[in-house]
């Protein structure tokens, strides 16, 4: 039943994230995003690589990145979005929705954390209102375990991360309170803009 849910929120996710994306003026695909150096044509071209690549060439692009994944990443996602126009970049995302791509060792639930973070890099760095559904961000949190934390470098020593909007907490010490969906970003090693977070810690974790 729970990878049953995972997928359908996979799906989900993917289908409100084209919608969203299609509304997007010219200038808002070229507009930062909270994935430093990556412009919202950038995340989604990382977003939708698992689709338009072969395992194959995954490898080759990993090997010319000496075995460093958010080098390969990095690099991929800027040649795409150079390459590939808003029409495309988007049309792969909406015509992929219930692609079975799960990132390595991640599963179902791997393939919801890699869309829902991303999609709030994007809607987060422009300053859209998008809520994402309090049972997605909850299925999200729910897998995060600490080798996730370390993964993103997120610093939380002495820090409690408390949500407002569910019952969720993690960490000891200070408070930092606020939208489970913006302390998921806060997990993942993300500062964000003013007025997103609260408590003594808040300007820890601000841009």
Known sequence: ?????????????????????ATLRADQWDAPTLCDGWR???????????????????????????????????????????????GQLLAALRDNVTHPWTPPGGGV?????????????????LG???????DR??????????RNVRFFGADLDGVRLQATDLDWSHGTGVPLRGLAQDLLLVLCGR????????GPAA?????
């Open 40 to 86: 919202v044509r950038e995340v989604v071209a990382h977003l939708t690589m698992p689709f338009r690549t072969s395992l194959g060439r995954t490898v080759r692009e990993l090997v010319k990145a000496r075995g460093d994944v958010n080098r390969m990443a990095d690099r991929a996602a800027r040649r795409d979005a150079a390459e590939l126009s808003t």
């Open 203 to 207: 300007g820890r974790f601000a841009r």
């Open 109 to 125: 639930h791997g393939a919801l954390s890699h869309d829902v973070i991303h999609g709030l890099d994007i809607t987060v760095g």
């Open 191 to 198: 500062r964000l803009p003013p007025g997103h977070l609260t």
């Open 128 to 134: 859209l209102e998008r809520r994402v559904p309090p």
């Open 137 to 146: 961000i909850a299925l999200v949190l729910s897998g995060m375990r600490a």
């Open 1 to 21: 039943m729970v990878r049953e849910q995972l997928g359908a929120a996979v799906v989900a996710e993917r289908v409100d994230q084209a919608d969203l994306l």
